[in-house]
């Protein structure tokens, strides 16, 4: 079976402070067009990208990402 990666980026972004999409963007030096296409599941980050956002956040990358079964 096939695993989808979901993320919890947007609810992340909320409990740090109300991040908008943009903010988030430009910290981590990419688009807020790539920033809503990972919020939808329409793009899935690199490790790199993955492990910034987890460093700003201070959490592991498990809290944003997780790896689910495909019904």
């Given at each position: 079976m096939d695993?989808?990666?979901k993320n919890h980026l947007k609810l992340k972004r909320l409990q740090n402070?109300?991040?908008?999409?943009?903010?988030?963007a430009k910290k981590l030096g990419v688009s807020r067009q790539t920033i809503n296409a990972i919020e939808n599941g329409k793009f899935n980050p690199s490790v790199k990208l993955a492990l910034k956002m987890a460093k700003l956040f201070g959490c592991p990358v498990e809290?944003?990402?997780?790896?689910?079964e495909e019904e």
């Open positions: 695993k989808e990666l402070g109300d991040i908008t999409q943009d903010e988030l809290e944003i990402f997780e790896l689910k």
